[in-house]
């Protein structure tokens, strides 16, 4: 919306009228599968179809589930489309039989599905722009997880990453979102009855992605973005119908900063939007002779808000048109502390708010009182803006009203010399408050006022004296001067905020593409940045042969054919296209490159009828910001690839190093054992033949525990592995891995009276226990004895196992907790895997825990052996139980 006059935004109109020739889409939204969605949308269609409309199914995967199946009766299914694929036949929606038949609705399940080779495109998505292009309304389905932007987090949450992705213009291009909900509980329990998956799949699922925190998770997500792009959809609608905001369809606060208040105001509007559960935006507004509140949108960015700077000569003009723009609801400001030299009471920002936005919720938040030189200090406000046209020409005439009556109340003691100089002040004060207009309006009102008032004869426009008609015709030439020179003064100081606003916009630009680690993050900012500038921009990039778009503001998934021609040509060339430019400007886009000494990485296109020189400054600016931004990611995520291949490669080395002298050495003395066994059974003595079993079962159970410690690893590492905590006695499960440690009989524990039980899985704490008394046991000379220990702080419970033996290198110390690194403590290295110690760390992390390594011990003597101690963090039980002394 047109925030000067009150005229809907043109481009929400161009794109209101471009989606009355399209299709509408509808999705049937779900938080993962088995929620109902493809249920929905057939029970949705049935009610169409009864209803009178032409219904067609392009094609529904049922999964096999009756439920589904049995909403398929009565309904028109198009058949589909066999694809040959390595020796097999593929069935695939038949996009070309569906625009053919061209039917009114058209439903198609799995929006995010990946065709087969050879078909029309590589994603269903696509196909769905496709039948939305040709006019066919669409339904489809999608599970929230499909969505680009969401991958990463999702894969945190729920450990899997998912292959099938969409980008989320796909999404924000829907019509209509109806968000299938199910709870979590519900869910699982569909899951158990075997109304989803088979019964052996359904276990493994409830025992992975379908856990209880991962669906609520998903849950919250789903509903979010469902959130997000309704309160788009009211967005859309007010500048549509240049409806000043805000509507109270969706909360947003925004604070204000840089003002009264400083940090106060931050820190108050966080609380309301954690509150309240809504996004935070901070404004700062650049006014002459204003704050620098930078730090202060600094602070406002790690307490997760939105920031924005803006420029002008009236904040409250600023803040009232920008919180319309962003459709907020509730508005925090500073309040300065009173003052004992103000006179008179003055109602400051917080009054002219009200006026200006009676619709907001207006918090007003007390500054920190003054405490003398390092106190708060008073900020005075510009004069206030948005003004009737006609109060500049009243200001004028009444500051013209004041001189003649300043005049009149001292012609006793000023002379008409003196008069002229109040006039001329007038003049100077006109001019710089309003510019040239004014000035000479202001002049020409003062010289009649002056003949007219004060210039014999008075009260007639009349001069009787050849001296004051010099005077007059002096002052008149002055006054233009004057009032001449103090708009050009105006304007520079108008054209040096403008320059300011676009060292502060740079400024801007590198603080906020510098935040994202991501391409598409970084793209959503840039095309976010852009718009901000020309109303509407997108950022495009190759793919393959063709383009793409990566990211707009406001959401757009396509352009007309001049748009897509002037940025190839953008992106081929490297030169800027479309409207304003040589190249293509009848095309409505104007295209910048985004280009680095690699060549042109992206194209910057902006949507506006004409911009001025600071705005093409501006971005110019941030294409040339965002091209080193977009390679600063490229180069990390290329280091990060590279530094995850090496660390595989040297996983991988360090494993077959492991296996081939690990498995080798043990298979080696059972080949031999067994062969002089087989050969020479009858000449060996029954002494000599235990000897030989035993040093095969030995070896047996040597090859048995490093298989199981690699099993153990992998379990760990992809979160197999689910901790069952309770309230577990320390006392009971130390003793209990002591008796499973061969060598242990010099291992003493030392444990509190009081000490409380902690909350971990017995199983799990018992075998963390085995591995560090056996790497204790191990590294520790024979005859020294290990100890354990344990004691409770500020609700956790410390357990330490120490050695005597030679202790750890600072080199090694970093290390020691890593897959398959052995520390060479001694010239002979003892036999083992190099996980012991890893499955310990990932076993405590676990249970919630922490385990460290310190070389030497504390308490270890000068003369002799440093010794290591290990040391587990766990959290105590409640309530706590108490464990006896050893």
């Known amino acids: 919306m047109d925030d000067r006059d009150g005229r809907p935004d043109p481009d929400a109109l161009l794109r209101d009228a471009a989606r009355e020739h399209r299709g509408r889409l509808r999705v049937f939204l ?3 599968p088995g929620v109902g969605k493809t249920w929905a949308m057939l029970d949705a269609g049935r009610r169409r179809q009864a209803e009178g409309g032409d219904v067609l199914v392009g094609l529904v995967e049922t999964h096999g589930r009756a439920e589904t199946q049995a909403q398929l009766v009565g309904l028109r299914v198009m058949p589909r489309r066999p694809v040959a694929y390595r020796g097999q036949v593929l069935e695939e929606f038949d996009v070309e039989a569906a625009l053919a038949s061209h039917p009114p609705l058209l439903l198609i399940d799995e929006l995010a599905h990946t065709n087969a080779p050879g078909s029309r495109h590589h994603k269903r998505w696509e196909d769905v722009a496709d039948l939305l292009d040709a006019g066919i309304d669409v339904w489809s389905t999608l599970n929230v997880q499909h969505l680009e932007s969401l991958n990463d987090a999702v894969a945190r949450i729920t450990g899997v990453r998912v292959t099938e992705t969409l980008p989320d213009s796909v999404l924000e291009l829907a019509d209509e979102i109806e968000l299938i909900d199910l709870p979590p509980g519900d869910l699982r329990a569909r899951l158990k009855e075997g109304r989803i998956y088979r019964p052996d799949v359904a276990r493994r699922a409830l025992e992975g992605f379908f856990r209880e925190g991962n669906l609520a998770a998903l849950r919250d997500i789903a509903l979010r973005q469902a959130a997000h792009h309704v309160d788009q959809n009211v967005r859309d609608y007010m500048r549509r119908n ?30 309301l939007a954690d509150a309240l559960k809504v996004p935070l935006v901070a404004l700062h507004v650049e ?3 204003g704050d620098d509140g930078r730090a202060l949108l600094d602070l406002a960015a790690t307490l997760g808000a939105q920031t924005e700077l803006r420029a002008g000569t009236d904040a409250t003009a600023v803040a009232t048109a920008y919180t319309a723009q962003i459709n907020a609801t509730h508005l925090v400001i500073g309040r300065a502390p009173p003052s004992r030299w103000r006179l008179w009471p003055a109602g400051g920002m917080a ?6 936005a009676p619709s907001v919720t207006l918090h007003v938040v007390a500054a920190p009182p003054r405490t003398g030189r390092g106190g708060a200090r008073a900020v005075v406000l510009p004069r206030p803006g948005g003004l009737h046209p006609a109060m500049p020409w009243l200001f004028t005439a009444a500051l013209v009203g004041l001189v003649v009556l300043s005049g009149e109340m001292l012609s006793g003691v000023l002379e008409q010399q003196g008069l002229g100089m109040l006039f001329l002040g007038a003049v100077v004060a006109s001019a710089a408050a309003f510019g040239l207009r004014l000035a000479l309006f202001a002049a020409a009102l003062g010289f009649l006022s002056w003949n007219y008032f004060f210039i014999e004869p008075i009260y007639s426009i009349t001069i009787a004296s050849p001296r004051d008609v010099v005077a007059l015709v002096v002052f008149a030439g002055v006054a233009l001067a004057t009032g001449a020179l103090a708009s050009r003064m105006r304007a520079a100081v108008r054209t040096a905020q403008g320059r300011i606003e676009g060292l502060r916009r740079i400024s801007h630009f590198s603080r906020a593409l510098g935040e994202p680690a991501h391409e598409h993050d970084l793209f959503a900012v840039m095309a976010r940045q852009a718009a901000e500038i020309a109303g509407a921009a997108l950022v495009l990039t190759a793919r393959g042969e063709d383009i793409d778009i990566r990211a707009a503001e406001p959401p757009m998934d396509t352009m007309d054919d001049r748009g897509w021609a002037a940025a190839r ?7 800027p296209a479309g409207r304003g430019t040589s190249t293509l400007p009848s095309s409505p886009w104007r295209f910048l490159p985004v280009r680095t000494a690699r060549g042109t990485l992206a194209v910057l296109g902006v949507n506006a009828d004409a911009l001025a020189e600071p705005q093409q400054q501006a971005l110019t600016a941030l294409a040339d910001q965002a091209a080193v931004a977009l390679e600063r990611v490229r180069l990390a995520a290329e280091a990060a690839r590279a530094e995850a291949m090496a660390e595989t490669q040297k996983l991988r080395t360090a494993l077959l190093s492991s296996l081939s002298h690990d498995l080798r050495t043990p298979l080696t003395s059972i080949r031999g054992a067994a062969g002089l066994l087989r050969t020479a059974d009858a000449q060996l003595s029954a002494d000599k033949r235990a000897d030989l079993l035993a040093s095969i079962e030995h070896d047996t159970v040597r090859m048995a525990r490093f298989l199981s410690n690699i099993l153990a690893m992998t379990q760990l590492e992809s979160g197999q592995i689910v901790p069952r905590e309770q309230d577990t006695r320390l006392v009971e499960v130390i003793e209990a891995a002591v008796a499973r440690v061969g060598g242990a009989a010099l291992v003493t524990m030392d444990f509190p009276d009081d000490l409380p039980a902690v909350r971990a899985d017995p199983q799990l704490l018992e075998q963390l226990m085995v591995n560090v008394i056996e790497n204790a046991v191990k590294y520790s000379p024979d005859g020294a004895p290990v100890r354990i220990g344990a004691h409770a702080a500020r609700g956790r419970v410390l357990l330490s196992v120490a050695d005597e033996g030679v202790g750890i290198t600072p080199a090694d110390l970093p290390h020691v907790f890593d897959s398959f690194y052995r520390a060479r403590r001694t010239d002979r290295t003892p036999p083992g895997t190099g996980l012991g110690l890893a499955i310990a760390r990932g076993l405590v992390e676990a249970m919630g825990g922490r385990i460290t390594a310190a070389s030497p011990r504390p308490d270890a003597p000068r003369d002799g052996a440093p010794g290591t101690v290990i040391t587990i963090d766990l959290p105590t039980a409640a309530p706590a139980s108490r464990a006896h002394t050893r």
Do not use: H
């Open 30 to 32: 779900g938080a993962a």
């Open 242 to 271: 240049a409806i000043i905001g805000p509507w109270p369809a969706g909360d947003r606060v925004l604070a204000l900063v840089g003002g009264t208040g400083g940090e106060a105001v931050v820190r108050a509007a966080k609380q």
């Open 287 to 289: 006014t002459p002779g």
């Open 351 to 356: 009054a002219r708010l009200l006026l200006a």
């Open 569 to 575: 040509w953008c992106l081929v060339r490297g030169e």
